[in-house]
């Protein structure tokens, strides 16, 4: 099984800074590489998938980076609607099959 | 526009089986995948299994042995069955829709598969 690990699991931050956060897979996974922003209460959102592309709707600040193993996300200029929780999720194999990251928790300093 | 809402039972006693629907509305059943994904309080997301329309399933192995999920593309519905649930199985669980991006050179074609549409959760206690 493939294993998603995130770094950091929780992170300060204030509007306006740059944010990245980063997803390790155990094994390599290509660019078969989503994040997602998850909101209390709320459906999760679906921000960037194959590594880089960005998903319909989501602001540019949001962007994604990586291939192989290593992958990040960044977001450019903080917003404070953007604090909320980011996982990554893989979508190796045939067929396809998905872990999700333990999830980062981008929080107000 | 795609909206994805989930039904069932909030309370399960232990030892027996969950079971949820996802209605789809403002699209169809029959084409896409169709996946189940939960969230256990205070923990991440983790995926359940998802299915093809046409009903081809891929289910977590670490769930394989209790879980069935199934379409009814009539009703344009698809349904998640647990079985012999217990504590661990309370959580928030969510339905979403499967979308692909079909990358195309000469030698190959490449599907990157997400989840791009949502329900808004349901929330399962697994209690006696």
């Known amino acids: 099984d493939i294993q998603m690990t995130q770094s950091p699991s929780s992170l300060s931050a204030s509007v306006g800074d740059r944010v990245t956060i980063t997803c390790r897979a155990s094994q390599s996974i290509s660019s078969y590489l989503n994040w997602y922003q998850h909101k209390p209460g709320k459906a999760p959102n679906l921000l960037i998938y194959a590594a880089s592309s960005l998903q319909s709707g989501v602001p540019s600040r949001f962007s994604g980076s990586g291939s192989g193993t290593d992958f990040t996300l960044t977001i450019s200029s903080l917003q404070p609607e953007d604090f909320a929780t980011y996982y990554c999720q893989q979508s190796y194999g045939t067929p396809h099959m998905y872990t999700f990251g333990q999830g980062t928790k981008l929080e107000i300093k | 526009q795609v909206q994805l809402q989930e039904s069932g039972p909030g309370l399960v006693k232990p030892s027996e089986t969950l079971s949820l629907t996802c209605t789809v509305s403002g699209g169809s059943t029959s084409s896409y995948y169709w996946s189940w994904i939960r969230q256990p309080p205070g923990k991440g997301l983790e995926w359940i299994g998802y299915i093809y329309y046409s009903g081809s399933t891929n289910y977590n192995p670490s769930l394989r042995s209790r879980v069935t999920i199934s379409v009814d593309t009539s009703k344009n519905q698809f349904s998640l069955k647990l079985s012999s649930v217990t504590a661990a199985d309370t959580a928030v669980y969510y339905c979403?829709?499967?979308?692909?991006?079909?990358?195309?050179?000469?030698?190959?074609?490449?599907?990157?598969?997400?989840?791009?549409?949502w329900g808004k959760g349901t929330t399962v206690t697994v209690s006696s």
């Open positions: 979403a829709r499967v979308d692909w991006t079909l990358y195309s050179n000469y030698t190959e074609d490449i599907y990157y598969y997400y989840m791009d549409v």
